[in-house]
């Protein structure tokens, strides 16, 4: 089937979706969530396992997104660098960073 949007952006700027920290790792619960909700949905509408992909560029969210998602052994969830490659049908990217300062470092935005 031809789908001719190739790319969705979920805004959760109208949710509290807010980033919060393990020790200096940063993680983003309801992103994660969210994520998990999409996973599920993809799978019960047909696609494998192995044809949808998840990517974080912060390693806590990766480790977060395994354990929600670890009935599905055969979704990847990786980074950006280990990403490269890979084809697949579906990709999600979790984004993680979301703060009231509008910050994607510690640096304030400009």
């Given at each position: 089937?031809?789908?001719?949007?190739?790319?969705?952006?979920?805004?959760?700027?109208?949710?509290?979706?807010?980033?919060?920290?393990?020790?200096?790792?940063?993680q983003?619960?309801?992103?994660?969530?969210?994520?998990?909700?999409?996973?599920?949905?993809?799978?019960?509408?047909?696609?494998?396992?192995?044809?949808?992909?998840?990517?974080?560029?912060?390693?806590?969210q990766?480790?977060?997104?395994?354990?929600?998602?670890?009935?599905?052994?055969?979704?990847?969830?990786?980074?950006?660098?280990?990403?490269?490659?890979?084809?697949?049908?579906?990709?999600?990217?979790?984004?993680?960073?979301?703060?009231?300062?509008?910050?994607?470092?510690?640096?304030?935005?400009?």
């Amino acid at each position: 089937m031809h789908h001719s949007c190739k790319a969705v952006f979920v805004d959760t700027d109208a949710i509290p979706a807010e980033e919060s920290r393990v020790g200096d790792l940063v993680q983003n619960v309801t992103e994660a969530n969210l994520v998990q909700q999409l996973t599920e949905c993809l799978l019960h509408s047909g696609i494998q396992e192995d044809q949808i992909g998840v990517i974080s560029l912060y390693r806590q969210q990766i480790k977060l997104l395994s354990h929600l998602l670890q009935d599905h052994p055969n979704i990847e969830i990786l980074t950006a660098d280990r990403s490269q490659g890979r084809d697949k049908d579906c990709i999600i990217i979790s984004m993680v960073r979301s703060n009231e300062s509008g910050s994607v470092s510690d640096l304030p935005l400009l």
